[in-house]
């Protein structure tokens, strides 16, 4: 039959795992790294993971497919449920996509080096100051709760390594995302940058870039 169903593009996916959450069926799986629609019968075509895409990677299309149906769903949705109870629920097979906020204390939260310019050899403190994870514009959700009332900070991949107080003078007390203007796509992160300002109530932006031409 022809009907409306989920169509992913594995170009643009970026593994983040969030459409795997949203869809009450079970019908989304992360398989090497991108989403996989595992069933057309577990597909009802309403589009609920549509909105947590943050890459524009999923989209409803009609074409010939085996009719939703319910109660596979279900007993799927049974024997998940279980598995799914006695671990920490995961939006997909990399723990380092999850939306995350972090808070610093005084315990472990300062590296210290040495100055080997300094003539008295003394260690310095090297806090971090990032307050949360994933830094990436391509793989921040522009629903996450930590960009809420938040001061941004979008800064050039390389600006960190060329710029040596670049925790305290830029990060401190704003969130962080980071790209490349050379080597990603522009176009993509405006768009992106266009959604988490009308999801989410931001302060202030600050821009810092390389004074390269790539960088401009």
């Known amino acids: 039959m022809i009907r409306k169903i989920v169509n992913i593009d594995k170009e643009k996916c970026n593994g983040c795992g969030l459409c795997v959450t949203a869809c009450h069926e079970g019908a989304i799986e992360l398989i090497d790294g991108r989403a996989v629609l595992i069933s057309d019968e577990y597909c009802d075509g309403l589009g609920d993971c549509l909105p947590e895409c943050p890459t524009g990677a999923i989209k409803i299309v009609e074409r010939e497919a085996a009719e939703y149906n319910e109660e596979l769903v279900e007993k799927r949705m049974a024997m998940k449920k279980p598995v799914e109870e006695n671990k920490e ?39 971090s100051e990032l307050q949360q994870w994933p830094v990436q514009i391509k793989l921040v959700n522009t629903k996450a709760p930590y960009l809420q009332d938040a001061n941004l900070l979008i800064a050039g991949d390389c600006t960190a390594y060329a710029y040596g107080d670049f925790h305290k003078k830029f990060i401190k007390d704003r969130i962080t995302l980071i790209g490349c203007p050379k080597l990603d796509d522009n176009e993509y992160y405006k768009e992106k940058i266009a959604e988490i300002l009308k999801n989410n109530n931001i302060k202030s932006i600050t821009v810092v870039r390389m004074e390269v031409p790539c960088c401009g």
């Open 89 to 127: 629920k995961m939006p997909c097979g990399c723990p380092g996509t999850m939306a995350k906020a972090i808070k610093r204390t005084g315990k472990n939260a300062n590296l210290r080096i040495e100055d080997k310019d300094n003539k008295n050899n003394e260690k310095i403190n090297m806090d």
